[in-house]
């Protein structure tokens, strides 16, 4: 099982950024796909999940309003747009995937991405 993250960048605020999330190896109609975040010194944190095969989203509070996420079952990729962008969501950003129920916890993901780095300028 493989997922590819890419799509970050620099940006300044209010802008956006879409990251995209390519997984391999399975078929991933019956995982969880999560995005989380790490900031330099900071601990890593949930942005948003999806269920694969049903569609539930949920955020943190943090992006909600302001970032999607999505599934493109046909490419087996999962996106986060992110709009209204802030200097505060400057981090690695990483695409996991777990089975079973979804989760915000980090550590319950069976599967990760190598990151990517989003960084917003004020």
């Known amino acids: 099982v493989q997922l590819q993250a890419s799509g970050g960048g620099l940006v300044q605020a209010g802008g956006s950024l879409r990251l995209s999330c390519a997984a391999s190896?399975?078929?991933?109609?019956?995982?969880?796909m999560g995005w989380f975040r790490q900031a330099p010194g900071k601990e890593r944190e949930f942005v948003a999940a999806?269920?694969?095969?049903?569609?539930?989203?949920n955020y943190a509070d943090s992006v909600k309003g302001r970032f999607t996420i999505a599934s493109d079952n046909a490419r087996d990729t999962v996106y986060l747009q992110m709009n209204s962008l802030k200097p505060e969501d400057t981090a690695v950003y990483y695409c996991?995937?777990?089975?079973?129920?979804?989760?915000?916890?980090?550590?319950?993901?069976?599967?990760w991405g190598q990151g990517t780095l989003v960084t917003v300028s004020s």
């Open positions: 999806l269920n694969w095969s049903g569609g539930s989203t």
């Open positions: 996991a995937a777990k089975l079973g129920f979804p989760s915000t916890a980090h550590h319950l993901y069976e599967y």
């Open positions: 190896g399975r078929t991933f109609s019956t995982y969880n």
